[in-house]
């Protein structure tokens, strides 16, 4: 009885999230192509890209490098477009339903967020047990601890984009800043290519890159078992300890910005 | 506590700019617990701005604001609590279904769910959605969503109800029920209304007006008093030539108002019955139609503003038609109006 009214503040936290998964999944389509764009770009640009490697001897399997960097990709896209819904609310007017209710500021940003790395959580784990068709190996606690990851970095993304969403009063701006924002992110990540052998400059860019070090974090986590150490660090920046704590870090510090920025603009 | 005070909203000097715009300057007012208080005013008046400031939804630049008792700038969490709101665009989840959306409002406002189950039943029922319950709002019409939003605000039990032009874009019979239904949620409910509107007959049925324009209080009492500021009777009168009618009119009754509205020549008068066969008699301009009436809230307006427009021309109100044209706006809005006065003119 005494903590009822932390209860009910959480309640609001709740009944975000829970519409932002009911919107996922009621638009179909969107789920639907949430799923079987990340397998059709396993599937073609993997291969394809498979065919310009087989000269070059490489001490692991092509898929094993890429799969990781799909992951990423989809999660960071789902997550950061899924954030959207709030410049919809805004457009179309349910964002004042939501704003007028007694729920604090900071519990519908925390919803807002939890939602949509929520949805880049699903996303992440039907991607997840593609991979041994990949030939990528897995005990229960290796997918655990991929989807930990993964959620690591949906929660990092999402909350990414409620601080984009700040000014944002049109859906189609704001789709138009995602592409900007995600395509230079995912590739300075390390995701399509090693960023270890790249000139100086995008190595430097990287660094400052949160995604770079999702991306390593996911690569140290789902090839374990695969790969041996010595060879996961060549396709990573950092080692996983490193990599990991700066990824926290950035979900902590994102989280505290996308609230402040959320209470601004409304 | 300090549940219990009369005054539930008291507003002082509440002002709100934006750059050099004043949107809303310099107004205050009260309202009564269990009242029906109406903001009346055309478009651009500073109504909404009004609106949003009273429900935490917008700063004001300066004046306070006390909702219950409580700040809206220090305690907006408190306000929020225990007022409702229905906003002049639609603000449901089209995704969701009618039950879906007022489940989420629940949740919002921390209902129980045994609480919404009972409260679900009987707000829909009276807003005769209950056989929607189960359909996405997407496919509703105008007037279904705007009854569904009502019923929405009443979910949580409000002490005060906030509606922004309610009945806005309805057809006449579904207005009619909107408004029913808000006497009816008042009687049972002790709950308070504010409401703001444009259309007049609206303002009548309210408890208390207040008549705002250019962001300020031009005028605030009971529909019966603002009225009797006109006068006993307005007659209006429409002849062949306007403007020799009104200059004979001048010459032959210099104690009497008259005024041009549009096409029709306006005449304020203590005792219209007694006059208007004085009237027929001394006037050479040939009438075409004329009517007496009791002055309404419409009258009230162009009183108001009427003398504002008029500060600048000597007692007269410019050739051109009015800024704001209200009584075009209520025939386009209440078309029975129009043909009543038609059928007058026959």
Redesign the interface.
């Known amino acids: 009885m005494i903590k009822k009214p932390n209860l009910n503040k959480l309640s609001g936290i709740f009944i975000l999230w829970y519409r932002e998964i009911l919107m996922y999944v009621r638009n179909r389509i969107k789920f639907f192509s949430s799923i079987f764009l990340p397998i059709l770009f396993l599937i073609f640009f993997g291969t394809g890209l498979k065919t310009i490697f087989p000269l070059v001897t490489l001490p692991y399997d092509f898929a094993e490098f890429f799969f990781p960097g799909i992951l990423g990709l989809s999660v960071t896209t789902m997550a950061l477009s899924s954030t959207m819904s709030i410049v919809w609310d805004r457009e179309f007017g349910f964002l004042k339903e939501i704003l007028v209710s007694p729920v604090p500021r900071s519990h519908i940003a925390l919803g807002k967020i939890l939602g949509a790395a929520t949805t880049g959580l699903i996303e992440g784990f039907l991607l997840l047990l593609a991979a041994p068709y990949l030939g990528i190996n897995f005990s229960l606690k290796l997918f655990l601890g991929g989807l930990a990851i993964i959620f690591l970095i949906a929660y990092g993304m999402a909350s990414l984009g409620i601080c984009l969403t700040a000014r944002m009063k049109r859906t189609e701006s704001f789709s138009f800043i995602l592409q900007l924002i995600i395509a230079p992110m995912v590739f300075l990540s390390g995701a399509f290519f090693p960023i270890n052998n790249s000139p100086a400059w995008m190595v430097n860019l990287s660094k400052y890159n949160p995604l770079t070090y999702g991306i390593n974090s996911l690569r140290w986590v789902v090839l374990s078992q695969t790969l041996k150490p010595t060879i996961i660090s060549q396709l990573t920046t950092n080692n996983f300890i490193t990599s990991l704590g700066i990824l926290i870090s950035f979900d902590i510090l994102i989280t505290v910005l996308a609230i402040q920025l959320f209470r601004k603009m409304c | 506590m300090n549940g219990e005070i009369e005054e539930i909203i008291q507003v002082e000097n509440l002002r709100k700019k934006y750059g050099a715009i004043k949107a809303v300057d310099g107004i205050s007012f009260t309202v009564k617990r269990g009242e029906i208080f109406g903001f009346l005013g055309p478009n651009g008046a500073g109504k909404t701005t009004t609106i949003n400031i009273l ?3 917008n700063q004001p630049s300066s004046g306070v604001v006390y909702i219950n008792n409580y700040n809206v700038v220090a305690h907006p ?2 306000v ?2 225990f ?1 409702g ?1 229905v ?1 002049q ?8 279904t009618a039950e ?1 959306n007022l489940y ?2 629940a ?4 209902i129980s769910r045994k609480d919404f189950t009972q409260r679900k039943i009987e707000v829909l029922k009276i807003c005769e959605l209950w056989d929607w319950r189960k359909h996405k709002v997407h496919d509703f019409s105008g007037g279904m969503k705007r009854r569904l939003e009502i019923a929405r605000s009443l979910i949580a039990q409000p002490k005060i109800l906030f509606l922004d032009e309610p009945t806005i874009g309805l057809d006449p019979q579904t207005r009619k029920k909107v408004w029913d239904y808000i006497f009816n949620i008042r009687k049972k409910k002790d709950i308070t209304i504010f409401l703001t509107t444009q259309y007049l007959n609206e303002a009548e049925s309210c408890d208390r007006v207040a008549i705002i324009d250019h962001g300020k209080i031009i005028a605030s009492d009971t529909p019966e008093n603002l009225k009797k500021m006109v006068g006993g009777d307005i007659i209006t009168i429409k002849t062949e030539d306007n403007d020799s009618a009104e200059e004979e009119f001048h010459q032959k009754f210099p104690q009497y108002n008259i005024k041009k509205i549009g096409k029709e020549l306006k005449i304020e008068i203590d005792k219209g019955n007694e006059f208007l066969p004085v009237l027929v008699e001394n006037l050479n301009a040939k009438i075409i139609s004329m009517e007496l009436r009791r002055p309404t809230l419409e009258d009230v307006f162009l009183e108001l503003t009427g003398r504002q427009i008029r500060e600048n021309d000597n007692g007269h109100i410019e050739t051109e038609s009015p800024l704001f044209d209200l009584s075009s706006l209520f025939t386009l809005f209440n078309p029975s109006h129009n043909h009543d006065k038609k059928t007058k003119s026959q």
């Open positions: 429900c935490t939804l969490d408190k929020r609590s007022i709101l906003f665009d639609v603000t449901l989840d089209d995704h969701l879906e989420l409002h949740m919002l406002y921390g």
